[in-house]
């Protein structure tokens, strides 16, 4: 059973920092690509950040490019956000997924919350 468990979000003030964390289990990690997505109240769930398997390629929305940077470990089944800079509009849920070529590999999972507030 493919499972997603996000952890590492908390309320945090303009221009701190936060590093989530989402540990898969139910499929071989390795081989997929790993996305991160928010979802705002209100929203849609957009994605806002991308890792390829081996970790040689990332890609950023153009919203938190320069200020998140996604990383993974394949040996801990592992995926990173760390955020910095962080705004109001960064607050959302976050979750992670497993990214198939076409579509997520399984269930969302329960995420975690960012609250970006002063």
């Known amino acids: 059973q493919v499972q997603f468990v996000e952890s590492g979000g908390g309320l945090v003030q303009p221009g701190g920092s936060l590093r989530l964390s989402c540990t898969a289990s139910?499929?071989?990690?390795?081989?997929?690509?790993m996305r991160w997505y928010r979802q705002a109240p209100g929203q849609e769930r957009e994605v806002v950040a991308r890792?390829?398997?081996?970790?040689?390629?990332?890609n950023y929305a153009d919203s938190v490019k320069g200020r998140f940077t996604i990383s993974r470990d394949n040996a801990k089944n592992t995926v990173y956000l760390q955020m910095s800079s962080l705004n109001t509009e960064d607050t959302a849920v976050y979750y992670c997924?497993?990214?198939?070529?076409?579509?997520?590999?399984?269930?969302w999972g329960q995420g975690t919350q960012v609250t970006v507030s002063s």
């Open positions: 997924n497993a990214w198939t070529g076409i579509r997520v590999l399984g269930s």
């Open positions: 139910g499929f071989v990690f390795g081989s997929y690509a």
């Open positions: 890792i390829s398997g081996a970790s040689s390629y990332t």
